[in-house]
């Protein structure tokens, strides 16, 4: 299957910053030292309120991750999530994110806490995929495995993203309960059931050291794992260095 790409999700850097509306910690410099750390994924969700992630943002990181891949011989991904909206959409015509990542976060939500209704969006999806598609931007929509049935999987197969990422927050909570392998089943078989729709697998939301290692393993199917809430609560134990490095070895063990 090959090696999960890690993609930090850089927001909570931008989250400290903006606490005291200074350059420190400085974004650009954090993201350039997590890339130097070995991951080759980025995330950002530049929100409306700017709450974290600022548009000035989203096009700096852009422009410095281009310029970065131009003298690399492996690729630095950067994925730009967001509500698909006509601000966002700009955004990513003009950026041309190696992926955008569409979640159904409505302005004023605190995190990205639910998978779209595919079939009752399923207009609105199939057309910004379709976008996507002509700007050269891979397209992931988040989804929740409690939410596939076979409606939804008629709705998929007409969307055609890409990616799917499958929204981990259940499997989060119950993992350190007996519940863990039930929950992990529907797991298994939303991702067994995408995938058979030709569709690559991401997956991403309260992931931790603790809990990533049993999910790659239980789905192997999954290309790219986006992580930042926990990495960077875990990095002030252990420096930011140190746990990206051992998120990467979690990875590199499947």
């Known amino acids: 299957m090959g090696m999960a790409i890690l993609s930090v999700n850089v927001n909570k850097i931008a989250t400290l910053r903006n606490a005291r509306g200074t350059d420190q910690p400085h974004l650009l410099q954090v993201t350039q030292d997590i890339v130097n750390y070995g991951s080759r994924g980025i995330t950002v969700h530049p929100r409306p309120d700017e709450r974290h992630i600022t548009k000035k943002d989203a096009y700096e990181l852009g422009h410095w991750i281009k310029t970065l891949n131009d003298t690399l011989e492996y690729t630095v991904e950067y994925n730009m999530e967001g509500y698909p909206d006509e601000r966002f959409l700009n955004m ?3 950026i041309r994110p190696d992926q955008c990542t569409l979640v159904p976060d409505p302005p ?51 969307i055609q993203p890409d990616r799917t990422e499958l929204y981990t927050e259940m499997y989060a909570k119950a993992f350190n309960s007996p519940e863990r392998d ?19 697998l991401n997956a991403g939301h309260d992931l931790n050291q603790n809990n ?29 260095e140190n746990t990206v490095k051992k998120y990467l070895h979690i990875l590199s063990c499947h």
Request: proline share 3%.
């Open 212 to 240: 990533l290692d049993y999910l790659i393993k239980s789905i192997p199917q999954i290309k790219e794992v986006s992580i930042g809430h926990a990495l960077i609560c875990e990095a002030i134990y252990d420096g930011l």
């Open 108 to 158: 004023g939500v605190l995190t990205s806490n639910a998978g779209w209704n595919c079939p009752n969006q399923q207009l609105l999806l199939t057309d910004v995929c379709k976008k996507l598609r002509q700007w050269g931007v891979r397209s992931s929509i988040f989804i929740n495995p409690y939410d596939i049935s076979d409606e939804s999987l008629q709705a998929l197969k007409i």
């Open 182 to 200: 039930s929950v992990t089943k529907v797991y298994k078989q939303a991702a067994e059931y995408i995938s058979a729709l030709n569709i690559k």
């Open 92 to 94: 990513v015509n003009e």
